[in-house]
């Protein structure tokens, strides 16, 4: 049953409950479709970026209002105070945010750009979300702009080949801004190999979007394994925007 078409833009959104309170995170907006311009078949994700343009702090503010905060007061009512991290599947339409889906997690590759643009101990906020103490917890951003690429094994979302050895990791971590988290990876022989679909975050931070996705590709083009792939237009909504 088709309930609603929904046109515009896709966006995540996250918040942190203890029950009672509940603090806003942040946006981010990642690429679902593996080809370049977003075509061909869904993936878990090939790449974000955090801030989202697309969701201004107007806009965090209507999701908090709307969605967040209602649920939230919700289950305090039944007797079921939720704790912990609200993500919000948006689609950004012309009349404003609507709910696709909830998520009790952080998204990936989401993840991967709050916790370099996060400024406080994400363990602090966890602990406060635990005790109901949110109300008190000091949240702090950097005003930079982070942006991953995730590299893949060719044939992802499909089948792929596992066990080819990666090389230029060290060099492309040495480049300041930059993080690579490991996805699909595992160590074989004082090597590291690429064994899952979805391989490496290669994870830059930069003033604006634009500076953190040429950074991410200066370190993704030093790193190499047979099957490499990746898309090479991150960020493309947003610069466009
Ligand atoms: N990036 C989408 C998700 O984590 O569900």
């Not at 603090?23 to 090939?46: S, W, Y």
């Not at 339409?93 to 996060?118: A, H, I, S, W």
């Not at 801004?177 to 074989?188: D, K, N, R, Y």
């Not at 790193?223 to 610069?239: M, N, P, V, Y």
Request: proline residues 5%; glycine residues 10%; aromatic residues 8%.
């Amino acid at each position: 049953m088709v309930e609603e078409l929904l046109e515009g833009e896709e966006a995540s959104f996250f918040a942190l409950s203890d029950g009672t309170h509940v603090i806003p995170l942040a946006g981010a907006q990642d690429h679902k479709r593996v080809g370049d311009g977003d075509v061909g078949p869904n993936t878990g994700g090939m790449g974000a970026y955090s801030p989202a343009p697309v969701l201004p702090p107007a806009l965090e503010q209507v999701a908090m209002d709307k969605f967040i905060r209602p649920t939230v007061a919700a289950f305090a009512a039944k007797g079921m105070p939720y704790m912990g991290v609200l993500y919000l599947g948006l689609m950004i339409t012309r009349d404003g945010p609507k709910l696709v889906e909830y998520n009790c997690r952080f998204g990936d590759p989401e993840c991967q750009v709050l916790m370099p643009r996060l400024e406080s101990d994400l363990l602090e906020l966890l602990l406060a979300a635990r005790d109901g103490t949110l109300d008190k917890a000091d949240v702090r951003w950097r005003d930079d702009a982070a942006l991953t690429v995730v590299m893949a094994s060719k044939g992802y979302p499909g089948a792929y080949e596992k066990g080819q050895v990666i090389t230029g990791l060290d060099k492309a971590t040495a480049l300041p801004g930059i993080t690579v988290f490991h996805a699909g990876t595992a160590a074989s022989d004082g090597n590291i190999t690429a064994v899952g679909g979805r391989v490496l975050n290669v994870t830059a931070i930069g003033a604006t979007i634009a500076e953190a996705q040429s950074l991410a590709y200066e370190a993704v083009d030093m790193i190499h394994w047979k099957d490499a792939f990746c898309r090479r237009d991150i960020g493309w909504r947003a610069l466009k925007r």
